[in-house]
């Protein structure tokens, strides 16, 4: 079993950044790659980022490509999303998890999940 624990978010002016962290516990992650969705009020859990078991590649979604970057610390069981030039457009619950693994050509879908952190909340505001 496997619990992931996030941390950071809050409220930020539009242009401001955040820093977000999912902290592993129970199991490591170290040998899976870990996705990052969010959920706006009214609307289906979207993808945002995709970072592979190493951390050496990265995938992201086409609305956050080039201002937010993901990132993992596997000593520390810990993965990362720092969110750059903010938009009210960004305002969501966020929420890190475990790719299911055999792994599929599809990264984007929530059912190729298996773990979810708890939650945190991103407000930007204009």
């Known amino acids: 079993q496997v619990q992931l624990v996030q941390s950071g978010g809050g409220s930020v002016q539009a242009g401001g950044s955040l820093r977000l962290s999912c902290a592993a516990s129970g199991r490591t992650i170290s040998g899976y790659a870990m996705g990052w969705f969010r959920q706006a009020p009214g609307k289906e859990r979207e993808f945002v980022a995709l970072?592979?078991?190493?951390?050496?590649?990265?995938y992201y979604a086409d609305s956050v490509k080039g201002r937010f970057t993901g990132s993992r610390d596997n000593a520390k069981n810990t993965v990362f999303l720092l969110m750059n030039s903010l938009k009210p457009g960004d305002t969501a619950v966020y929420y890190c998890a475990r790719r299911r693994m055999p792994y599929s050509s599809d990264y984007t879908s929530p059912g190729r999940y298996d773990y979810w952190g708890q939650g945190t909340q991103v407000t930007v505001s204009s």
């Open positions: 970072i592979s078991w190493s951390g050496g590649s990265t």
